[in-house]
């Protein structure tokens, strides 16, 4: 089991930036990987943010994040971050790190449909009017 921490988030105003961090622990082999973003706003679904592939890099984005958000990874760290620019009240949720143990297939991690096995604790962003 992959153990996940977040950190990074907290309050900001409406058009700032935070950056969310998510670090990992416990991959037991260096085959490629997929890790993701979510997120759950009060009272309603989590749905996946961001996503990004171990050993090419490559990224999804939901509609949501596209253009305003960035999932970059440093693999020495076993960390992935989600830089949020241009932020919304409608941004604000608990949002999660989730990891998908290798093997993963990359083509579900590039178009978002990795089903992730292993979940941080959530970490609160509220960005206010």
């Known amino acids: 089991q992959v153990q996940l921490v977040e950190s990074g988030g907290g309050s900001v105003q409406d058009g700032g930036s935070l950056r969310l961090s998510c670090t990992a622990s416990?991959?037991?082999?260096?085959?490629?990987?997929?890790m993701g973003w979510f997120r759950q706003p009060p009272g309603k679904e989590r749905e996946e943010v961001a996503a990004?592939?171990?050993?090419?890099?490559?990224?999804w984005y939901a509609d949501s994040a596209e253009g305003r958000f960035t999932i970059s990874q440093d693999n020495t760290k076993n960390t992935i971050y989600l830089q949020m620019n241009n932020l919304t009240p409608e941004d604000s949720a608990t949002y999660y790190c989730?990891?998908?143990?290798?093997?993963?297939?990359?083509?579900?991690?590039?178009?978002?449909?990795?089903?992730?096995?292993?979940w941080g604790q959530g970490i609160l962003v509220t960005v206010s009017s």
């Open positions: 416990g991959f037991t082999d260096d085959r490629g990987h997929c």
């Open positions: 989730a990891a998908e143990p290798p093997p993963t297939w990359q083509a579900y991690c590039e178009k978002g449909l990795t089903r992730f096995d292993d």
């Open positions: 990004i592939y171990s050993t090419s890099g490559t990224t």
